[in-house]
């Protein structure tokens, strides 16, 4: 993974679609918002997380449909409450990424998923603390005040 590919994480528009409102997450920054569903749910970790278009490889609509129904079933079968949401540029010159935010117990969890549908990395969301860039191969969290 290069520097480019690093930055696009680093500057992309992360959104949480509820039925209320949108909410737009960003690397670094602290989210009130986040903070309030991590309480609303008792819990004090979640990631922001893709089934699509593995190690940013570009796959058909279709491909990543199949990939997005086989990760909600697994998140069902693990019992993990998630909402839904999407990635993409300011100017959303991107295609939108369907993504998920999901409450989870522990990294380890994370990072298995991240790994079995084959992402670079994820968003990790812990309450009352910046949002973290975790980036897999080898697992590793990226330090993004040092760019």
């Excluded at 480019?4 to 949108?22: F, G, H, P, R």
């Excluded at 959303?92 to 409450?103: A, G, L, N, T």
Aim: zero cysteines.
């Amino acid at each position: 993974m290069n520097n480019e590919m690093i930055n696009a994480y680093l500057n992309a528009k992360y959104v949480i679609q509820t039925d209320s409102e949108n909410y737009i997450l960003r690397v670094g920054q602290k989210h009130v918002f986040i903070d309030r569903l991590l309480q609303k749910e008792n819990q004090h970790l979640a990631v922001f997380i893709t089934a699509d278009n593995p190690f940013s490889m570009h796959l058909s609509a279709n491909e990543n449909a199949l990939r997005r129904l086989r990760f909600e079933q697994l998140l069902e079968k693990m019992q993990l409450t998630f909402i839904k949401g999407y990635g993409t540029d300011d100017a959303e010159k991107w295609d939108r990424e369907q993504s998920y935010f999901i409450f989870v117990d522990n990294k380890n969890t994370a990072d298995e998923l991240a790994a079995k549908f084959g992402q670079n990395g994820f968003l990790l969301i812990q309450f009352n603390k910046p949002v973290e860039l975790r980036l897999l191969k080898p697992y590793a969290y990226f330090d993004y005040t040092k760019m």
